[in-house]
């Protein structure tokens, strides 16, 4: 069935706080290791970034893992920490990282469409963290895990039709992306969390979002117009 419209939900900085997450693990990781071992681990991380694309926690922390093993080496670091802090992320209380109203959002959201969580991610961290914050249970399993999602919009399309799609992202360069490709079809909005949405001299190198909001809690005060056959193309503040 084609619903009126879709709401596609980030979640890194834009349902969850993911800044704190990783301030949190930056000094777990350095109480654990230690600072020289930790900024070895950051630089496996940010080459595996550059490199697959999407952030990968664990995934470094494998890497590492095999880097350790392998130069077999004395280390000021007891390598066994290594599982701690694996630990770690795979137990974090994302729940408590939720913005404000995150989930009176969600209900809103759904009082005029369907929502849907729209992310990217490695299958394993983001999985765990989508399902502890209860955001999975939120979105009764509606939830979407790409490498590069703005390249998988007609897949996006094909599982949840719609006449209109909102795209709800603190990434300036991924609205952009899903706007040129979907145009009139899409509104896409812009929360000012995060250090990608904060960066105005990194917005201003892409076009425009249709909608900015300070924060997230502010859509759960939206009027959202959406009639049954009529195409869901402007959102009026209400608050």
Not at 15 to 42: C, K, N, S
């Amino acid at each position: 069935m084609t619903e009126d419209a879709v709401f596609l939900l980030d979640v890194d900085n834009t349902l969850l706080d993911g800044d704190h997450l990783v301030a949190d693990l930056r000094r777990f990781i350095a109480t654990e290791i230690g600072a020289p071992a930790a900024d070895r681990y950051w630089a496996i991380f940010n080459a595996m970034l550059s490199e697959l694309g999407y952030v990968d926690y664990l995934g470094a922390l494998q890497r590492y893992r095999l880097e350790v093993e392998l130069r077999n080496d004395a280390l000021d670091f007891d390598p066994q920490h290594l599982p701690r802090i694996a630990s770690f992320l795979m137990d974090y209380p994302f729940k408590e990282r939720l913005y404000n109203r995150a989930f009176e959002v969600i209900r809103h959201l759904a009082g005029f469409g369907q929502c849907v969580i729209l992310t990217d991610g490695d299958v394993g961290l983001q999985t765990r963290k989508i399902q502890r914050a209860g955001l999975w249970d939120a979105l009764a399993g509606r939830v979407l895990i790409y490498v590069h999602k703005e390249k998988m919009l007609g897949e996006v399309a094909r599982r949840y039709p719609a006449r209109h799609y909102v795209i709800i992202d603190d990434k300036p360069g991924i609205l952009a992306a899903v706007k040129a490709i979907w145009r009139s079809r899409v509104t896409t909005v812009l929360p000012l969390q995060g250090h990608y949405a904060l960066d105005a001299a990194g917005r201003a190198g892409y076009p425009a979002p249709d909608i900015v909001i300070n924060n997230i809690g502010q859509l759960a005060d939206f009027n959202l117009p959406v009639v049954f056959g009529k195409r869901l193309d402007t959102i009026e503040y209400t608050a």
